[in-house]
């Protein structure tokens, strides 16, 4: 499985202030509560600005939670186009096996378009109780919630609308989504691995769990850009761009931020400039029509809105009608700075070998700390660190990480732990003199996997 470069330009050659970029930068990196891991700018169809924070980098996988949803869309897209899926078919319809126990009317009622534009007729996210009604078929368990409003009728961010669209999508194909979008989208534009994470019937979620790298995320928001053409070859229905990418249900009364209050799609997100694709602590998929222009990033953070604030702040005033001249220093500057980007170390330094093997903690969660060797141990599970060495040391396996830290004093062992394919980052704290050792996340994780899970599923295609 190969991938073609994305074509690649000077910003100055696409319109595009370096400055603007730059400044962005700068207000990412100061802001305490955004931890920036990737940043890709597309412009006039060419790659202008690209960097990733070290230890992250541009060839690895990063779990985009529902930026996935736009992912879905599209293999949704697909098989309206081949005949496989009406929008205005009734839900029931696909679930036949489920018509003699969903009775309510409202469900009933329910059409595929409602699912995928969040107006199920429910007022709240029903996964919990749909996921308590039936843990082995979320289908089931949302389909015998009845809606407290018709179905069209009120938007709710609802992970069971998007799972049952994408669950649809899978039983009328007789393919997993990653497995449909392979030959459709995947190859098409050049995304190389993709892996989805599944429940436990198998069917991939949909509504979250997808992995993908940050140029994956670019190359999708630049077929949406061009109306589902590719570098003059049609691979989406230019319909289907159109019909995702407006708003089919207002939002202004369920939600709190200006952006997510400009309306709702198929299951992409209207915005004050343009439209995107995104996922919880900072996965963004931004697509601008009126700047020929597509913003894709990678972050741990829980101030979104402030994320796009900054974009609007700094990079859409970047955006010239023109190419630019005399600006070779500027883009210079601008592309030294995106190959040094990387996240600060913690302080603290590793043990040396005067320093007997200790364990830290008790109970489900332990620390072995001998020498410079770390093995974090929850629920008997085992998880070789790497050393940390006054940077970021990465080890590989089938949960990468990256750990930085040490002992702060000597008796205050202090290491930060970046699982990289994920948004996520464990702070450990350890006593030597208590042996006690607290463990917590600077960003919840959403999918409650144990420690030994938090990488990208390795069944990929």
Request: net charge negative; aromatic share 8%.
């Amino acid at each position: 499985m190969t991938t073609r470069s994305l074509p690649t330009a000077t910003p100055a050659s696409q319109g595009v202030d370096a400055a603007g970029p730059l400044a962005f930068l700068d207000a990412l990196e100061a802001d305490p509560d955004i931890e920036p891991h990737s940043l890709m700018i597309m412009r006039h169809g060419r790659l202008v600005a690209s960097g990733w924070w070290a230890p992250y980098t541009a060839e690895r996988l990063h779990l985009v939670y529902s930026l996935s949803k736009s992912f879905t869309s599209t293999a949704a897209g697909f098989a309206v186009d081949e005949g496989l899926l009406d929008l205005d078919d009734p839900v029931l319809s696909y679930f036949p096996e489920l018509d003699a126990e969903v009775t309510d009317p409202r469900s009933r009622a329910m059409l595929v378009r409602h699912v995928a534009s969040m107006a199920s007729g429910h007022e709240a996210d029903t996964v919990d109780r749909a996921h308590a009604l039936d843990p082995e078929d979320l289908v089931r368990g949302f389909l015998l919630l009845p809606p407290e409003r018709d179905p069209g009728s009120v938007f709710a961010y609802n992970q069971c609308a998007t799972f049952t669209l994408g669950a649809i999508v899978q039983r009328v194909t007789g393919q997993s989504l990653t497995g449909y979008l392979r030959p459709r989208l995947f190859d098409p534009i050049g995304i190389g691995e993709a892996a989805w994470l599944r429940d436990r019937s198998g069917r991939e979620l949909g509504f979250s769990g997808l992995h993908v790298t940050t140029d994956a995320i670019a190359r999708l928001g630049q077929l949406y850009l061009d109306r589902g053409m590719w570098q003059g070859r049609r691979v989406l229905p230019e319909s289907w761009v159109a019909r995702a990418s407006r708003p089919w249900v207002a939002t202004e009364g369920a939600a709190v931020n200006a952006d997510w209050r400009q309306g709702y799609g198929l299951q992409f997100w209207a915005s004050r400039h343009g439209y995107r694709g995104d996922g919880a602590y900072g996965q963004f998929c931004v697509v601008l029509p009126e700047h020929d222009a597509v913003i894709a990033t990678t972050a741990a953070t829980v101030e979104m809105q402030r994320m796009l604030e900054l974009a609007w702040t700094h990079l859409l005033p970047a955006f010239g009608p023109e190419p630019l001249s005399g600006r070779e220093a500027a883009d210079a500057a601008l592309a030294e700075r995106l190959a040094g980007l990387a996240l600060p170390p913690a302080p603290g330094k590793t043990t040396t070998g005067d320093r007997p093997p200790v364990v830290l903690g008790s109970g489900a969660t332990t620390l072995e700390v001998d020498g410079d060797r770390m093995t974090l141990v929850r629920d008997g599970h085992r998880l070789e660190l790497a050393a940390a060495q006054g940077g970021w040391s990465v080890a590989e396996g089938p949960v990468p990480t990256a750990v930085s830290g040490g002992w702060t004093d000597a008796d205050t062992l202090e290491v930060e732990v970046l699982f990289l394919e994920t948004p996520h980052r464990l702070a450990l704290t350890g006593s030597l003199r208590a042996g006690t050792l607290e463990a917590r996340w600077r960003t919840e994780p959403l999918h409650g996997r144990p420690l030994h899970a938090m990488g990208a599923p390795r069944r990929s295609v």
